[in-house]
């Protein structure tokens, strides 16, 4: 099994349309969660850091479900520049490092 | 916006020989990383390194590579005799305040065609 997984996609959806994405995780000790965002042969970026009770960044919104090691992302009223791959990312609880596990990513293409 | 910087931007190298990646990580930042990405493939984790040594590697990180930071500014991954299937992006991140805040920030990247 994956240590990330992501259904790759692509989304295809017109603007103003709400999106979600899903991501499973493997390791149930995972520690920190996050959605990082990156755009094609660009660096990931940060979009959002994924806490227990749920958090909200404008029109994203990101839940993570500890039990069933399910993380979601949720995108209002898509927006053109919204198009990108969306990276799922964990932190292991056994690394003291900070490395990352990154999912393959979920691509999103908002069509006008 | 500090930013992480990464040189070069684009590399292209014979099967065989080896090549330098340098980045510059945000000043203040304790953590230093080295990813990769192969194209139409997800960001992998090669190596971290912390106060002036390695602190974790992945699988990849083999004897082929190396990494080093030579000053207080510069931390470099040497790949030596690179093969085919090293073509891919390399991200240099860095992280981790005396805060203790540890997002990643990570650099362009340094792509790396091997012929």
């Known amino acids: 099994r994956k240590e990330v997984e992501q259904d790759p996609g692509p989304f295809n959806v017109p603007e103003g349309a709400t999106v979600a994405f899903n991501c499973t995780y493997s390791?149930?000790?995972?520690?920190?969660f996050f959605w990082y965002r990156q755009d094609c042969r660009k660096e990931p970026k940060l979009l959002m850091s994924?806490?227990?009770s749920g958090n909200e960044d404008g029109r994203f919104t990101a839940q993570l479900n500890r039990a069933s090691q399910y993380i979601s992302l949720l995108i209002r009223d898509s927006k053109l520049s919204d198009s990108a791959t969306y990276l799922c990312?964990?932190?292991?609880?056994?690394?003291?490092?900070?490395?990352?596990?990154f999912g393959q990513g979920t691509t999103l293409q908002v069509k006008p | 916006e500090p930013e992480v910087t990464q040189t070069p931007s684009h590399q292209v190298t014979q099967m065989g020989q080896e090549v330098i990646l340098r980045c510059v990580p945000i000043?203040?930042?304790?953590?230093f990383y080295w990813y990769r990405q192969i194209l139409g493939q997800k960001v992998e984790f090669l190596v971290s390194?912390?106060?002036?040594?390695?602190?974790?590697k992945s699988e990849i990180f083999d004897d082929q590579f190396s990494v080093e930071r030579p000053d207080g500014s510069n931390f470099t991954l040497k790949i030596r005799s690179t093969k085919l299937e090293d073509s891919a992006m390399y991200f240099c991140?860095?992280?981790?305040?005396?805060?203790?805040?540890?997002?990643?920030?990570f650099g362009a990247g340094s792509r790396l065609t091997v012929l």
């Open positions: 991140a860095s992280g981790g305040t005396s805060s203790g805040a540890n997002v990643l920030t």
């Open positions: 390791n149930s000790a995972s520690q920190s």
């Open positions: 994924v806490y227990s």
């Open positions: 990312v964990v932190k292991p609880r056994s690394s003291n490092t900070g490395k990352l596990i």
């Open positions: 000043s203040n930042h304790l953590y």
């Open positions: 390194f912390y106060n002036n040594e390695i602190s974790e």
